[in-house]
């Protein structure tokens, strides 16, 4: 064992991720201060990468008083935090009867569902869900009355609370765009006909983080919030504060030519004498290939261009005439204080949205989370 530690390697060699709490404490309370209701912190896909139980913690701290998230796999780590966990996307065979022993509420979008957790053991406190107009999730309008009046029916005997119904707007990141008055009909419609069949649900909730910031029509009683916890604004009406810092070292670095071919295809020749580094982080960690021959990272405090295509594991930054150390560490995005490009900036140059980034980052980059000062205070 104590050989074993011995000669356990070094860590911080490589690309690291550091979370910074803080801003998920201040992007919290930003939005708790928005939502005329109560806040949902919506943690799936690892609290959108940034870690689930730290987001939820730091957001249940600040503002936030429930949680949310898709599969009931996603709900099993966070139920010790000792408020209501949703959990919505399931497949009908999920572990219900584990669900209601845990006291996991789910979102119920179909007749199948309903009879799958109606049957389980336990009286399982329900969202219905509706399709507010995306043809994604949720019972589709043309069921909806029947699954209200079944849900009735299967409270009355017992089997299941409705606490809850539920929509998502499909273009809230657009507020303007008329898909949002559709949706926000539809959900009054569906609010409705729960109440004509004898329904009471307390929590009626279609926000998410873009029409929680931008139309308080939407809020009801509660909004449900992800990607503002960790920063990012769909609507782009909003400036909330990024969570994340990747950088990685220099490993190493050579002088070349003017016209000297850089990485595959040599879809890259300088166009001076320069230095180029190495930096040990590629698409396998998450950086988008596609934007490669745009993204830049922050090297000495200026911004140096990534040259030639971001490889696997690699990608190479033209350093300029004075070229860095060995071991210095680039900033390959941040918040963007000290002049780093940010996550948006790299979503931008891939031609896709900040979330894909956040949430598709590796497992061989090492993270560190910074504690919210008043969580730090605590420990
Ligand atoms: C992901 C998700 C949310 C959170 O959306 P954000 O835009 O990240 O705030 C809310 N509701 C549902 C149904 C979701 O899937």
Request: glycine share 12%.
């Amino acid at each position: 064992m104590s050989a074993l530690l011995a000669t356990r390697p070094r860590t911080g060699a490589g690309p690291r991720l550091d979370v910074d709490l803080g801003a998920v404490a201040d992007n919290t309370r930003l939005l708790a201060g928005r939502a005329t209701g109560e806040l949902m912190a919506v943690v799936k896909a690892d609290g959108f990468g940034h870690g689930a139980v730290d987001v939820a913690r730091t957001a249940l701290a600040h503002g936030a008083t429930r949680l949310g998230v898709t599969s009931l796999e996603e709900a099993w780590p966070l139920l010790d935090l000792g408020v209501p966990v949703l959990s919505w996307l399931n497949h009908v065979d999920a572990d219900w009867a584990a669900a209601t022993a845990h006291g996991v509420e789910v979102a119920v979008p179909s007749l199948q569902h309903l009879a799958a957790v109606a049957a389980a053991a336990g009286r399982t406190r329900v969202h219905l869900h509706v399709d507010a107009g995306m043809a994604r999730d949720g019972a589709d309008p043309s069921s909806w009355a029947l699954l209200c009046r079944t849900a009735r029916r299967a409270e009355q005997r017992g089997e299941v609370d409705v606490v809850g119904v539920m929509g998502h707007l499909g273009c809230a990141d657009r507020p303007g765009d008329d898909c949002n008055a559709l949706g926000r009909t539809r959900f009054a419609w569906a609010l409705e006909h729960a109440r004509a069949a004898g329904l009471r649900p307390r929590d009626r909730h279609l926000a998410a983080t873009a029409a929680t910031l931008t139309d308080p029509r939407t809020h009801h009683t509660m909004s449900r919030v992800g990607a503002g916890l960790v920063g990012i604004d769909p609507s782009g009406s909003t400036v909330l504060r990024p969570a994340m810092r990747l950088t990685a070292p220099v490993i190493s670095v050579r002088r070349v030519r003017a016209g000297t071919p850089v990485g595959y295809g040599h879809a890259h020749r300088t166009a001076t004498a320069t230095h180029l580094g190495l930096v040990p982080v590629g698409y396998a960690d998450g950086l988008p290939r596609a934007a490669s021959g745009r993204a830049e990272v922050l090297v000495r405090g200026v911004r140096r261009p990534v040259v030639g295509l971001v490889s696997m594991d690699q990608l190479v930054v033209d350093l300029g005439v004075r070229g860095v150390d060995l071991g210095e560490t680039v900033t390959v995005f941040g918040p963007g204080d000290a002049g780093e490009p940010t996550v948006a900036e790299w979503a931008a140059a891939a031609g896709t949205i900040e979330h894909e980034i956040v949430t598709g980052l590796g497992a061989r980059v090492e993270r560190r989370v910074r504690s919210a000062a008043h969580l730090r205070s605590l420990s």
